[in-house]
């Protein structure tokens, strides 16, 4: 017996035209049921958005028909996904409906290297093998789910930048002003919940752990971004929190985004990691800031500060 659940969708959340759903739900329950996935529901939910997820044991007429009978499916590719014959069966349903109806795919990673889902290789090998043990006089299948896995795989990069921008408006999920797109801040909760869980110390952007972080170890190969936000700016003790040595960036040899502002070193910076790619630093307070050997780097922001040139010809 299969069980289903989804949000008590009123006429005016219904999506129109000849979608039943919003969105659908496609994850492994042993990995994402009680967490991630719990979560992304709720928030869902909470918006307006009529969504299914599917809490059942067996794959049944009724879950084909809500893939088929939703706009969106987000797909949670996490450590056991394709371990499940389910998932799989699901994933390639829902790849049919993205080439046939037009479906929008959102595939989500979690707690996954994208690599091995890329190569299909390390668990994600073994898993193929034991469904071609399982299904050897059906290797047709195994090899659609296969194609429908990697196609899910090279959605990512196009399905990231586009992400139906009319739909997330339309649902207040984000603002569009002046040319910016602002967040809500429930969504970008959910973003930080994912950032947090999937990849942790990767992206700082609270003050109070980009102090404690950066205080407490000396390795700090981890962090790709440090972002602190204009509200945080208000904290009367920011500059007591950072003013970090001028050499703490030699410790960041990854970090690829920088947005900070004010007196975050105690003094200019002997070194700024060369993966940069965005930095942002207003109200800078020193005269140099050498970025010529910033080669990967493709936005620059240096406003409001005492900055005279971006390097120092004395050196």
């Given at each position: 017996?299969?069980?289903?659940?989804?949000?008590?969708?009123?006429?005016?959340?219904?999506?129109?035209?000849?979608?039943?759903?919003?969105?659908?739900?496609?994850?492994?329950?042993?990995?994402?049921?009680y967490n991630?996935?719990?979560?992304?529901?709720?928030?869902?939910?909470?918006?307006?958005?009529?969504?299914?997820?599917?809490?059942?044991?067996?794959?049944?007429?009724?879950?084909?028909?809500?893939?088929?009978?939703?706009?969106?499916?987000?797909?949670?590719?996490?450590?056991?996904?394709?371990?499940s014959?389910?998932?799989?069966?699901?994933?390639?349903?829902?790849?049919?409906?993205?080439?046939?109806?037009?479906?929008?795919?959102?595939?989500?990673?979690?707690?996954?290297?994208?690599s091995?889902?890329?190569?299909?290789?390390?668990?994600?090998?073994?898993?193929?093998?034991?469904?071609e043990k399982?299904l050897?006089?059906?290797?047709?299948?195994v090899?659609?789910?296969?194609?429908?896995?990697?196609?899910?795989?090279?959605l990512?990069?196009?399905?990231?930048?586009?992400?139906?921008?009319?739909?997330?408006?339309?649902?207040?999920?984000?603002?569009?002003?002046?040319?910016?797109?602002?967040?809500?801040?429930?969504?970008?909760q959910?973003?930080?919940?994912?950032?947090?869980?999937?990849?942790?110390?990767?992206?700082?952007?609270?003050?109070?752990?980009?102090?404690?972080?950066?205080n407490?170890?000396?390795?700090?190969?981890?962090?790709?971004?440090i972002?602190?936000?204009?509200?945080?700016?208000d904290?009367d003790?920011?500059?007591?929190?950072?003013?970090?040595?001028?050499?703490?960036?030699?410790?960041?040899?990854?970090?690829?985004?920088?947005?900070?502002?004010?007196?975050?070193t105690?003094?200019?910076?002997?070194?700024?990691?060369?993966?940069?790619?965005w930095?942002?630093?207003?109200?800078?307070?020193?005269?140099y800031?050498?970025?010529?050997?910033?080669?990967?780097?493709?936005?620059?922001?240096?406003v409001r500060?005492?900055?005279?040139?971006?390097?120092?010809?004395?050196?």
């Open positions: 017996m299969a069980y289903f659940k989804s949000s008590q969708c009123s006429s005016s959340s219904m999506p129109p035209g000849k979608w039943k759903y919003d969105a659908f739900l496609s994850f492994r329950g042993e990995d994402t049921r991630f996935v719990d979560h992304l529901y709720a928030a869902l939910v909470q918006r307006g958005l009529c969504v299914f997820k599917d809490d059942g044991k067996e794959i049944s007429p009724e879950l084909l028909k809500a893939i088929e009978g939703s706009r969106f499916a987000v797909v949670v590719l996490s450590k056991n996904y394709a371990n014959s389910w998932c799989l069966i699901e994933l390639a349903k829902i790849m049919e409906c993205r080439n046939r109806i037009e479906q929008k795919v959102l595939p989500v990673f979690y707690h996954v290297d994208p091995d889902i890329r190569g299909q290789k390390n668990d994600v090998a073994i898993f193929f093998q034991q469904h399982k050897r006089k059906e290797m047709d299948t090899t659609k789910w296969r194609k429908a896995l990697t196609a899910a795989l090279n990512t990069i196009s399905t990231t930048k586009k992400m139906r921008i009319s739909v997330l408006i339309e649902k207040s999920l984000i603002t569009v002003s002046n040319n910016r797109i602002g967040m809500h801040d429930l969504t970008q959910m973003g930080w919940q994912i950032v947090r869980e999937s990849f942790p110390n990767s992206r700082l952007w609270q003050l109070e752990d980009i102090h404690d972080y950066i407490k170890n000396r390795k700090l190969k981890a962090i790709e971004a972002v602190v936000s204009d509200k945080q700016y904290d003790e920011y500059e007591e929190k950072v003013g970090f040595s001028a050499n703490v960036f030699e410790r960041t040899k990854n970090l690829r985004l920088l947005d900070i502002r004010g007196r975050f105690s003094s200019e910076p002997t070194f700024l990691p060369e993966d940069l790619r930095l942002c630093w207003n109200q800078y307070p020193f005269s800031l050498q970025v010529e050997h910033l080669s990967k780097l493709i936005g620059l922001e240096v500060g005492s900055i005279k040139q971006f390097w120092d010809y004395k050196r």
